[in-house]
Structures are given as C-alpha cells and as structure tokens.
C-alpha cells in the first residue's frame, strides 16, 4: 500500500448487521497531528466507524491499519494497549473520587514480559498527574471531588483519563454536547492542543463547532463518504448540501 506513513489507514471497510452495510466500503486515512472530524446525519455510521476502529464492532471485510498493526485482528483490550483512546459522550469518571484520584487511577500500571504488574514509582505518577490536571484546565480543582465538577470539567476530567495513557489516537464522541458557550471554547482550544503529536478523530453535530476545530473533515452518509476535506470545500458541495437541507 502508498499509505503506510499515514497513523491509521482504513481500507475497503465494511460492516453488515444482518445483509445491512452500515459501514460500506470505507477507505479514510488520518495523519499525526491531525485533527479530523466526521459528520453526517442521524444513522451515516458514524459511530459504527468509531465502533470498528476500538473493536467493539467486528468488521464484515476490510482493513484498519493503526502504526502498522491490523487493528481488525485485535481485541478491545488489546486495541486500547495499542494506543487508541475512545471518550464516549457519558462520561465514565468516579464521581466520588477527586480529580486527582480519577487520574491516578487511569494512569497505566504497565505489564513486564512475564505478564507481571510494574509499578511506576509515586513521584513519576504525581508528576504526569498534575500535568494533565494543568493541560485539561482542572489544575485548581485537582482536590476536587469529581462530582462536584460542571459538566464540562467531567468531559474534561475523561478526556485527561485518556490523555494520562499516552494515546497516538484519541476518538471523541460528540466532545461539547451540554456545554456552555465558554466551555465549548475551551474544549476547541483544548482539542487543538491534544491533537499536537498524536491523531483526533471527532464525531460532531455542531457545525458551528466543527469549523472551528476541524483540520479536516469527512461527511458519512449510508455508510460511504459523500465528501472529504477542508470544512469551507464541504460546506459548499453539492451533494452535502443536498444531504442536509436537501429533501
Ligand atoms: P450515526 O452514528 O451516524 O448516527 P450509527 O453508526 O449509530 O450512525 O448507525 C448506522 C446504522 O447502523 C443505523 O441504521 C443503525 O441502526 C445501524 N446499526 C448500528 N449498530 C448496529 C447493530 N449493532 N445492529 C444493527 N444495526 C446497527
């Protein structure tokens, strides 16, 4: 293949639930340092694709390729030791633990070569703890208890349980549902950071939103890609136009 310098190389991808292609045919490649986001209406596939690409979903035919391993061939587990994160849009923090405790827990307790635990020592984690605590905005409430966190800081505080597991791809479903005006400006400010050295693969409605973050963007529809590339060149093709106000 000419795309293996690409992060994740999707080719030929397909998924049938019982005859039906929800994901039909997909070709998508995504670049370090990328920030790209899918868009498309209710039902395109969007987080099938999503689904595919962290192993929930097994795929029918096709290939993800994911720094030169076969992503399609993986267990979940497996797929997130590889280095892909995924934030659903609930987010999963324990909400009676403080920000500083939810961030420690996520931090990757890694396996040696005879499968046994390897602890990393205190100040190393306490370092990259509030490291992370300062990048996802939540430096002054790193005692905080999590449940005492607005909804936004939540999003936030999931997004810095993925970050503190060094992903090379971060997926994010939705990232800003809920959130306030300010909010939503911090988080296009903080996505923009994260995509920095590593890939973001976004699922947004907001186009607004969209706009704002996207280096790159792909509209799905039925399970094909109707249009791909920079936010102003599909906004205006016809076919995407069609698709949304079309009908
Ligand atoms: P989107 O995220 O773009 O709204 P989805 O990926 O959730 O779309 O769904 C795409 C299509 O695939 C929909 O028609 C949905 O009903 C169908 N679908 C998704 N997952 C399954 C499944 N596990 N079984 C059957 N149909 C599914």
Redesign the pocket.
Known sequence: STNTDFTLSIEDLT?S??G?K??DGLNFYLDKNELHV?I????????????LICGK?KATSGSIKFMNKELTKLAEHEIVRAGVGRKFQTPSIYENLSVYENLEVSFPRGRGVFGSLVFQRDDEVDSKVREIAAEIMLEDFIDTEAALLSHGQKQWLEIGMLLIQDPQLLML?EPVAGMSVKEREQTAELLNKISSGRSVLV?EHDMEFVARIAHKVTV?HQ?KILAAGPMEDVQKDPNVVEVYLGH
Do not use: E, R, S
Request: glycine share 16%; hydrophobic share 45%.
């Open positions: 998924v639930f019982d039906f929800a994901v899918v498309g209406p209710n039902g395109a596939g969007k987080t099938t694709v999503l689904d979903t479903d699922i799905l399970g």
